[in-house]
């Protein structure tokens, strides 16, 4: 399933230009347009998710996927070793902006916890 005006679903199939920094048939990973550490990617489901909590237990096999590219996108950029978050963000507190799954893959710099 797509969203037709979905942003994230453009850029999936390329109808928008992105950062690619991985793509598979289930997902695709972009560099943030906005980045809040030197390396930030998001990882994304071809599939249009709304987000977590529009997740079904249908969807348990490709979000293990997601995890396990947000995982292999890290070791691509280099931050097994210094350190990295993977970050998912669902509804107004948690400041979600765009109401298509993604996992932020966050790195390159001393992050702070709790989060702000
Ligand atoms: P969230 O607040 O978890 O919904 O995060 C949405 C993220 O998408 C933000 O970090 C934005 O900077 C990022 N973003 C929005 N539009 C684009 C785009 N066209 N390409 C790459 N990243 C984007
Ligand atoms: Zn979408």
């Known amino acids: 399933m797509v969203s037709k005006n979905c942003i994230f679903c453009k850029i999936a199939r390329g109808e928008i230009p992105g950062d690619m920094v991985y793509e598979d048939d289930d997902c695709v990973a972009f560099r943030d347009i906005n980045p809040q550490a030197p390396t930030h990617v998001l990882v994304i489901p071809r599939k ?64 702070s916890w709790p989060p702000g």
Not at 87 to 94: H, S
Request: glycine content about 10%; hydrophobic content about 45%.
């Open 48 to 111: 249009h998710i709304e987000g977590l909590a529009e997740t079904e237990p249908e969807d348990q096999e490709l979000l293990g996927k997601l995890v396990a590219v947000a995982a292999r996108v890290a070791e691509q950029e280099d931050l097994v070793e210094s350190g990295y978050r993977v970050v998912i963000n669902w509804g107004e507190d948690a400041g979600m902006a765009v109401p298509h799954l993604h996992l932020h893959v966050l790195g390159g710099r001393k992050m």
